[in-house]
Structures are given as C-alpha cells and as structure tokens.
C-alpha cells in the first residue's frame, strides 16, 4: 500500500524558489564570503554559527539538526556569537589609549582596515586576504615598506588582543611576511646644507629658528620636542627631562649653550607653564612641517627629513670623539646596536682616518722580517731521511 504525501501548492513554489537550503544563509552575499547556518538547538533556543563554505553548512546544519533531536547540548563555545574585526578594532584602540604614546596614530590607520574587515567575522579573515588589502591599499595611496609594516603591526595588535579576550583563536597577521626595509640608512646635514637651511628659515619663517637650534643641539624626537614642557626644563641645572622616551624609559638630555639660548627664546613667548615650543603669538605648536619642509625644498636640500636633524647630532657627537656609550646615553637608545645605526660617519672623516697609512713611515721599514732561507733548506732534505 502506497502512501502518498500531500504538500500544498504554495509550500512547494516556496520550496522550488528558495535560493538555499533551509538553515544556510550568507550574511554578506558574495563569493568568498562566509556561509552561515540557522537552527534551534535542544533547548528551543534559536542559534547562528559560522561554518565557512556552503557544503561545510549544509552538512553541519543537519549535524546540529540530529544533535538536536538526539537532546544534546552543545559546548559552550559554540554558543558565544563570532566577534566582528570592528569589535576586536574597538578593544585594540581602548588598550593603545592606555597604553600607547602612538594612540593617534592608531586612530589614523584603523579606518583603512575597517573599511575592509569592518563586519566580517575576525576568525574568518585569512592570511591571504590581509595581504591582498595591505598590498592594494600600499600601491595606491605609494606607502613604503615601514609604513605597511606599521599597518601589519597594528593588525597583530588586534588579534593578540582579541586572543587574549578570548574572541579570537589564531592571529592571521603572524603568517603576513614584513617588507624588507633599510634600517641602516642615516642623512645628516652637512656643513654647507646647514648654511644654507639657516638662510632659507630666516627669510621666510625666521620665527622658527629656535626649534631648530634645538633639534640639532639636542637630538630630541619630533615627538619628544613638540611635547616637551617647562615642568621638565631645569634651566638652572640645564638639564631637560624625558618622562617616557620612545623606549618607555625616563632620560636626561643636557642643554649645551646653543640650546639654552633657543629654550631662553621660547620662554619669552610664554610664561613659563605648559608647551616649551611655543610661536611668535604664544601659541603651543604641534609639528614643524608647515615650515620646515618648504624651508628644506627652498635650500635645494634632497631627501631630507626632520628626522635627519637627530641623525645630525648623533653623527657630529662620534666625529667629534664622543665614546657610543655616551650617544646612546644621549639618544636614548636601548641597544648599543641601533646606536651603531644612527651613528655613521661621514666620508670625509673616515677617509682622513685612512689617509693615514699613505705617508712614508719616518722609522722605515718595520723589523718583522721573515728568514726564508731556513725554509728552502729544509724544503730540500727528502722526507725519508727525517
């Protein structure tokens, strides 16, 4: 005996028209994105979970179908929904206010990520999709290597995090490969590019000369200077104080005469409280490079950047017989290494350090001569003899 089933008409176009199995959904409809499944499980609660692709869900989808018949609860784990990458971006900011003195420049990155990863699932961005956008984005806005690298390191920060909060299992960015990047390259300003920078900063911003005199004086970060204040100038002992270097560590610079007459400059603009770097009305300012850049390309100076300033101290302190323990003291440097790095002289000293050993040698020739006659004779006994 036959039995047959009757489904109603309406059921069956339904049935017919449905794009997707039941229970299997993209939240995102694309090609690579995740497929997702919807149920009830065993206690009549209805639940979502991230399977990857579609014959992934549809297979689990009935293995939770049977779990649920069967009245089995599910690990907790699978209960918790996916973290989004914008909720694990919102833990990262929160830990770099706290935490980190370059809390703004995490600010100005994070869009460029979200804009990508925004509302994805954090655990189902890959590798691969990390380095096709840190690529992409690198080619058109022209970044460098150090700049990719600082985005790649943000990302890391992000699900190390999110590792640590429990909302994340893997971090992607550690499989991400760093771009090569010349740490060993230094510029520092020559006699006759200093001349020169000097004239173009007085003819246009010659208000601005002061930061510059502490710059080379000093070998302060642009960071370190521009928030500089006068609770950490003792002129008396001319000394200025770092509280947190770049290192997390606290350092004392000392103020030789040409940063004290800048630093005497810069209290007449103030009273004396708040910012140390202060213009002409008072007023504290944030960075030099509404002035110095244009000053830099007006004296015909390439490939030159503030930076370079600090370089230019740290290279003046070792032609001049400064000891590398002491620049490092100075720079704040935490390995002797980068001290090394920093530090390279220019052409014109090494080669007079080598031009030394072209004169003659008033002694004459040196007394380590070699007998070879000793060595000839032996040479010629024949080996049986011996």
């Known amino acids: 005996m036959q039995t047959e089933v009757l489904v109603p008409k309406d059921a069956e176009a339904h049935r017919k028209t449905r794009p997707n199995p039941r229970g299997v959904f993209q939240k995102v409809p694309g090609k690579n994105s995740p497929w997702w499944i919807c149920y009830w499980d065993a206690q009549g ?97 022209d970044w460098t290597a150090a700049s990719v690298n600082r985005y790649r390191a943000l990302i890391s920060l992000i699900y190390r995090l999110g590792i640590e909060n429990g909302k994340v299992k893997e971090n992607p960015a550690r499989l991400v490969k760093p771009r090569a990047v010349n740490n060993a390259r230094t510029r520092w300003l020559s006699p006759e590019e200093e001349v020169r920078l000097r004239a173009a900063i007085a003819a246009r911003y010659p208000e601005h000369l002061p930061e510059l005199e502490l710059a080379l004086n000093t ?48 209290r007449r603009r103030g009273d004396g409280n708040g910012r140390v770097v202060r213009n002409l009305q008072g007023l504290p300012l944030s960075n030099p490079r509404h002035w110095f850049e244009p000053a830099v390309s007006r004296a015909k100076i390439r490939d030159f950047s503030w930076h370079c300033l600090r370089h230019t101290f740290a290279s003046r302190l070792v032609m001049a017989g400064v000891d590398l323990r002491t620049v490092q003291e100075l720079l704040g440097h935490k390995s002797i290494a980068m001290t090394v790095r920093y530090s390279h002289l220019s052409p014109a000293h090494t080669l007079a350090a080598v031009e030394r050993l072209t004169g003659p040698n008033p002694e004459g020739p040196t007394d380590t001569t070699t007998d070879t006659g000793a060595t000839e004779q032996a040479q010629t006994v024949p080996t049986y003899v011996q």
């Open 45 to 141: 609660r209805k639940r979502r979970e991230k399977a990857g692709t579609k014959s992934t869900a549809i297979d689990l989808y009935r293995k939770r179908k049977t779990e649920a018949l069967q009245g089995k609860k599910l690990p907790e784990s699978l209960r918790a929904p996916a973290a989004t990458f914008a909720q694990l971006a919102h833990d990262a900011l929160v830990y770099s206010k706290a935490h980190k003195r370059t809390y703004q420049d995490d600010i100005n990155r994070m869009p460029w990520l979200l804009a990508a990863f925004r509302d994805r699932a954090a655990d189902s961005i890959t590798p691969h999709d990390l380095e096709h956008h840190l690529s992409r984005i690198a080619e058109e806005r």
């Open 219 to 266: 070998g302060l970060r642009l960071s370190e200077m521009y928030g500089l204040s006068w609770e950490n100038v003792n002129l008396s002992r001319r000394v200025l104080t770092i509280p947190r270097s770049k290192n997390g560590e606290m350092r004392h610079v000392p103020i030789n005469t040409n940063a004290l007459g800048a630093l005497l400059e810069l």
